[in-house]
Each structure stands twice: as structure tokens, then as C-alpha cells.
């Protein structure tokens, strides 16, 4: 499993974009990156992966840097629902584990 | 929509004693994780499913929890004999084939008094 770095907590206004980093500096080139999300007291729920290149769901964007050393997460107008803990995971797929850390816990305020 | 189920949402147990949990993965999913999350910290992976056969095991306290899931579809997690230090959500979940999107349950909640 790839080693990811977040920062322990962020702050984001309500409308606007959350950007949230993950440095991943040891990823191979065979491992994607995967964003989940905990809302408080709920389950984990996967929001969007991508390998190289940059991704777009009706969640969020992804954005992965050439060097693969990084990614941001992008929310592009965040809602008080949004409030959470968001992890970003190296994972390679198959059978391997798949492994939280202690993620970045977004606050949205109004 | 799919979901997992899991039973019961939450459970109070005294120490000493036993407690089990159960899950349903999505119909069709081969893979099955438990994981424990204490408050504050991410979830850790206890143990990993596919179909019946135990993948991963290595962070399960095996002297006193034990998981199944005989015919590879739902499982059953033990907790005997309980400790206090065991209070904590516990969550399955299941993806298809063991790729990277899992889909969670609401997870037990359990508190050991």
C-alpha cells in the first residue's frame, strides 16, 4: 500500500470549492488513488479513484499530478453536507487491503 | 438501491462476555471486509473475504475474535470474551472482486461496560 499524507483538518466556506490534498509520494505506478469520505456516526462511502489521469463524477474532481506524487480532491461548491472525514488511499487493486489513514476532516461552515 | 446490512446497530455488552455481529454484503459481491474504528482514529481492517476463504487476517486478535462466512455470502463476527478496550464501531463491507470501491454499512456500534 502506498503511504498518503493529508492534512489533519480543513475549513471551507458553504459555495464554495474544497480542495483537498493527499501527497502520495511513494505510489507506484500500478496503484490507483481512491477518495472516500465519512460522514459522522455513518459508514465510509467511496467517492471517485483514478490512476493518472485527472477524474470528474457527480461527487467531485480528481486531480493527480504528472509526477503521481500528489492529488487534490475537489468538491466545486461545497454544501454543509459535505462535512466530514475524507481519506485518500493508494491501493494497487485485486485482493489488496484496503487501508485508511486518518484522513483530513472538512468542516463546510454556512 | 443495494446496501450492506449489518445487526445490530448497537449492542452493550458486560466484559467477559460474548458478543457477535452479523453482515449481508451486496448480492453478487465476493469480497467482504470487517473493520474496527475507534473514535478519532480511520477504520482498521480486521479481516478480508473472498467468497469463503480468509485473504487477510493479520490485525484480527484471534485469541479472542473469530470471523466466518461459510457459504460466502454473509458473515458473522465474534467478540469472546469481551474487553473494555473493544468499545467501538464495527463495519463490513463488500465490493465486487476486491477492487478498490467498497460500499459500507451503517456498522454496529459496541459498547463493553
Known amino acids: 500500500d502506498a503511504k498518503t499524507t493529508q492534512p489533519p483538518s480543513m475549513d471551507c466556506a458553504e459555495g464554495r470549492a474544497a480542495n483537498l490534498p493527499c501527497n502520495h509520494s511513494t505510489i507506484s505506478g500500478n496503484e490507483y488513488v481512491y477518495w472516500y469520505r465519512q460522514i459522522h456516526s455513518q459508514g465510509p462511502q467511496y467517492i471517485i479513484h483514478g490512476l493518472k489521469n485527472n477524474e470528474t463524477n457527480e461527487m467531485a474532481s480528481l486531480i493527480i499530478t504528472e509526477d503521481r506524487k500528489s492529488s487534490t480532491l475537489i468538491l466545486p461548491h461545497a454544501t454543509l453536507r459535505d462535512t466530514a472525514v475524507y481519506y485518500c488511499i493508494g491501493l494497487q487493486g485485486g485482493s489488496e487491503k484496503l487501508v485508511f489513514g486518518k484522513g483530513t476532516k472538512l468542516t463546510v461552515n454556512p | 438501491e443495494a446496501e450492506v446490512a449489518q445487526s445490530p446497530r448497537y449492542k452493550i455488552t458486560e466484559k467477559s462476555q460474548a458478543v457477535a455481529f452479523w453482515c449481508d454484503p451486496i448480492s453478487g459481491h465476493a469480497t467482504l471486509y470487517w473493520y474496527r474504528q475507534i473514535l478519532g482514529q480511520g477504520p482498521e481492517l480486521l479481516v478480508q473475504?473472498?467468497?469463503?476463504?480468509?485473504?487477510?487476517d493479520s490485525q484480527l486478535p484471534k485469541d479472542r475474535f473469530s470471523a466466518e462466512r461459510l457459504k460466502g455470502v454473509d458473515s458473522t463476527l465474534k467478540i469472546q470474551p469481551a474487553e473494555l478496550g473493544d468499545s467501538a464501531m464495527y463495519l463490513c463491507?463488500?465490493?465486487?472482486?476486491?477492487?478498490?470501491?467498497?460500499?459500507f454499512g451503517q456498522g454496529t456500534r459496541l459498547t463493553v461496560v
Open positions: 463491507a463488500s465490493s465486487f472482486n476486491g477492487e478498490g470501491e467498497a460500499f
Open positions: 473475504f473472498q467468497d469463503e476463504s480468509v485473504v487477510d
